[in-house]
């Protein structure tokens, strides 16, 4: 009992000296007009001269009902709330913990940069701060009718009255926001003009306020000529670190792209073959992806919550829920203009410093935008459950879930690039500039930090590919070759090791994967240093809303 009385007073104190507009914390590491040169701005816009009158009064509603979302998120990710950052005096510390949704550094493993704040909650503001996994776990021991309650994506964990654990529902906990935000939806559903949008904006707004959000999802899946898209309430799992349990609250606002939507509808018509040639036994495979599948290319013009936090999501594979994904497959959304800013801003940049001369050409956007899509596709590929029905791979791996799923991605995503170069389907290009351009990709995505899952997931890439030889350093000049036949090789066999652990539900196997190669070595570091010293940044933040756009809130 006192250890928990100084937990909460020192999570307190931590609280009120940030309100108070504490001086900033001196570390080794980074200042905070450093933190936040880790960005380049990036001014979301997209061309809405084709969309209709109602269309272009819907993006308004769209965007006020995702700023609840961010209201949420600010809650989800630690703080009290977005009024959290009025305390801080100081314009640029404002900014730095705004664009990190809170006092620790998303870039940097949630390093703290308020003086007298403590080390992130791995739970984040879904458990009580004082609350241990063993406390949890006796919880349902003790009461296993709680279970569904407990690990449902949609509850927080709270106290009662008397010190015990309760769920508490999302639509319960943030019942001001997500009924503003219903009501929004509504609203754009009454000005949507194409019939699947308007039964989803429907679906998801009665979604928002009971907490079921299955029947939207299946809405969504049947959405196939909306010009507007938007994806909002609890999505991804990221910022719960304790269990990955927790969906976090998050919107995109997104226009269709018609002509590289063309490009991609081919792709979408191979997932059952793609399924049945995983580098794995049949067990492995035995899951067929649902029909409903499909593939199209947007232009974003609105982030908020989860996917507006330190790094920025380029592409969406949605929805999570397993039913849904077994019975419709699964929406790969790319998000042009958004992949384009990073490969412009970031990724050729670092090609420029880290890349072998004469294979810097192999760095190509056609290539980072397919290596992207199939890394969406490879997350609706493998297996769900796992192989001895004992539940969900998601269940099954808990807090390793997340890092362990993007690492799929990352690998399987390469070995059916492979394929279907080798079948002859991709022409656009050669192995080597997807070889290339992916391994370029790494360094780009291991900047995100230990705290990121697909910062994990990209070490643990670099790693594997160190250990069989899949690319060569040249020290006197400090650039990285990919060796063609030597990662073809690491390819396969990476993405064999993963499929594996995940049919399994081999919780202790992914554990010592990620943190055997999940960490970057001394020479990858200082190479990384390098770059962020010649003014790289590391991601990027945006100049977007209604002002942006050219629109009027009204």
């Known amino acids: 009992m006192m250890n928990r009385f100084f937990r909460r007073a020192a999570w307190a104190a931590a609280c009120l000296l940030a309100v108070a507009g504490c001086r900033l914390m001196e570390t080794e590491s980074l200042t905070i007009p450093e933190r936040i040169a880790q960005y380049t701005t990036v001014r979301l816009s997209a061309d809405l001269a084709s969309l209709t009158p109602a269309e272009r009064r819907m993006i308004p509603l769209l965007v006020k009902a995702g700023e609840e979302m961010d209201a949420i998120f600010w809650k989800q990710a630690g703080v009290s709330s977005k009024e959290y950052l009025a305390g801080f005096a100081d314009p640029d510390l404002r900014r730095c913990v705004e664009i990190n949704y809170g006092p620790w550094d998303r870039l940097r493993g949630n390093e703290p940069f308020v003086r007298g704040v403590g080390v992130k909650p791995l739970g984040a503001g879904f458990y009580p701060a004082d609350m241990t996994r063993d406390e ?49 939806l509504e609203q754009a559903a009454g000005l949507a003009e194409d019939a699947g949008l308007k039964r989803y904006l429907e679906l998801r707004a009665r979604a928002l306020v009971t907490s079921d959000y299955r029947p939207s999802d299946l809405a969504w899946m049947d959405m196939k000529t909306n010009r507007i898209d938007v994806v909002i309430g609890p999505i991804e799992t990221y910022e719960d670190r304790l269990f990955g349990y927790k969906a976090s609250a998050e919107c995109f606002v997104l226009i269709k792209d018609l002509e590289w939507s063309r490009r991609l509808e081919r792709y979408a018509a191979l997932l059952p073959d793609l399924q049945k040639g995983l580098p794995v036994d049949g067990e492995y495979k035995r899951e067929e992806p649902g029909g409903g599948s499909d593939l199209n290319a947007y232009d974003a013009v609105f982030y908020a919550g989860d996917c507006n936090s330190g790094s920025k999501t380029i592409a969406i594979n949605l929805p999570n829920d397993e039913v849904v994904q077994q019975e419709k497959g699964a929406r790969r959304l790319q998000l042009k203009n958004s992949m384009r800013a990073k490969f412009d801003k970031i990724l050729v940049p670092i090609a420029g410093r880290l890349m072998a001369e004469d294979q810097r050409r192999h760095v190509t956007f056609d290539a980072f935008f397919t290596n992207t899509m199939f890394h969406e596709v490879a997350h609706g590929l493998g297996i769900k459950q796992t192989i ?7 269940e099954a791996l808990r807090e390793h879930y997340s890092a362990m799923e993007e690492g799929k991605a990352d690998i399987l995503g390469l070995y059916l690039v ?12 050669s192995i080597l500039d997807h070889y290339v351009t992916a391994f370029a990709g790494i360094f780009r995505s291991a900047r995100f930090g230990a705290s990121s899952a697909h910062g994990r997931a990209n070490m643990v890439r670099f790693n594997f590919f160190e250990r ?23 390819i396969t066999a990476l993405s064999r090791q993963i499929l594996v652990i995940q049919g399994d539900g081999d919780h202790e196997g992914a554990g010592r994967m990620l943190e055997e190669m999940g960490r970057a070595g001394r020479v990858l570091r200082a190479d990384l240093d390098r770059i962020s010293r010649e003014d790289i940044p590391v991601d990027v933040v945006f100049e977007q809303g209604l002002e942006a756009l050219g629109l009027d809130g009204d």
């Open 418 to 429: 492979t394929r279907l170069v080798e079948d002859g389907v991709l022409t656009e290009g």
């Open 468 to 490: 069989m030889g899949a690319f060569e350093r040249d020290e006197a000049t400090g650039t990285y070759r990919v060796n063609e036949a030597k990662m073809k090789e690491a």
């Open 388 to 394: 001895e029905g004992n539940g969900t791979v998601r």
């Open 136 to 184: 949890f776990e006796a919880h349902l021991a003790e009461h296993p009718e709680d279970a569904e309650s407990f690990r449902s994506l949609y509850t927080v964990i709270r106290r009662d009255g008397a010190g015990r654990l309760v769920a508490v529902p999302y639509h319960v906990e943030y019942a001001s926001e997500m009924q503003r935000a219903a009501e929004l």
